[in-house]
């Protein structure tokens, strides 16, 4: 199994309040992905990683920024959480050698916007 | 702008049966093409991949087809096991742009 662990695994919170998703790997990879997950939308890409210090926009990132000060750890907040972020948030990883674009995946962030 | 397409929702199977689970794409700059399959609870998981110049990977029970010209893909699954019930994501990897862009996904039921 890859190292990748996401925390918290389950949150909730109020309309307006900041959140923080975390992810951690221990396998060193460069590339780092948060995807969320909706019925009806598959997997869609917020932001990710290619680097420290080096993030890109995914086709649904407005609402959230990320940060990554270190390679093991690449951070996703929600400045000021919406009913319509209520989703599973899922962090990935990639080798950069791997041009098959195949991504590992952490087990998932449940969060719940009331 | 959907680039990836899966346009069923779910699939029945029986137990011992062929599932087929087809996915189609838009862009033809992708170079490789995946699938995942996703239990509840858990993430996704990879599951085989195809790359653009080939029409045919086989892993054991699980084959994946490409045909460029209608850029459609699909998996087969032979034989269909209970196990197998999950939610199936295709998805689509495009060189340059290190993104992997998924489908909203079938939910393959196999019924014993």
């Known amino acids: 199994d890859a190292g990748i662990t996401q925390s918290p695994r389950h949150k909730v919170t109020e309309t307006g309040t900041p959140v923080t998703l975390r992810c951690h790997q221990t396998e060193n990879h460069r590339y780092m992905y948060w995807y969320r997950q909706d019925p009806g939308h598959g997997l869609r890409l917020i932001h990710y990683?290619?680097?420290?210090?080096?993030?890109d926009k995914g086709e649904v990132s407005d609402g959230y920024s990320v940060s990554r000060s270190k390679t093991e750890d690449f951070l996703l907040t929600l400045e000021s959480a919406t009913s319509s972020q209520t989703s599973v948030y899922f962090c990935?990883?990639?080798?950069?050698?791997?041009?098959?674009?195949?991504?590992?995946f952490g087990e998932g962030s449940r969060l719940t916007v009331l | 702008d959907q680039q990836v397409k899966q346009n069923s929702p779910s699939l029945s199977v029986q137990e011992g049966r062929i599932s087929i689970l087809n996915c189609d794409y838009t862009n033809s700059m992708f170079d490789y093409f995946l699938w995942y399959k996703k239990y509840p609870a858990e993430g996704p998981t990879f599951l085989i991949s195809?790359?653009?110049?080939?029409d045919k990977n086989e892993d054991g029970r699980f084959t994946v087809f490409l045909n460029k010209s209608a850029k459609h893909l699909s998996l087969h699954i032979v034989p269909s096991q209970p196990g197998d019930s999950a939610v199936y994501f295709c998805?689509?990897?495009?060189?340059?742009?290190?993104?992997?862009?998924f489908g909203t996904g079938t939910l393959l039921a196999v019924q014993p």
């Open positions: 990935a990883i990639r080798e950069w050698q791997a041009n098959t674009g195949e991504l590992f």
């Open positions: 998805a689509a990897h495009g060189g340059a742009t290190n993104k992997l862009i």
């Open positions: 990683s290619y680097g420290v210090k080096d993030t």
């Open positions: 195809i790359s653009s110049i080939k």
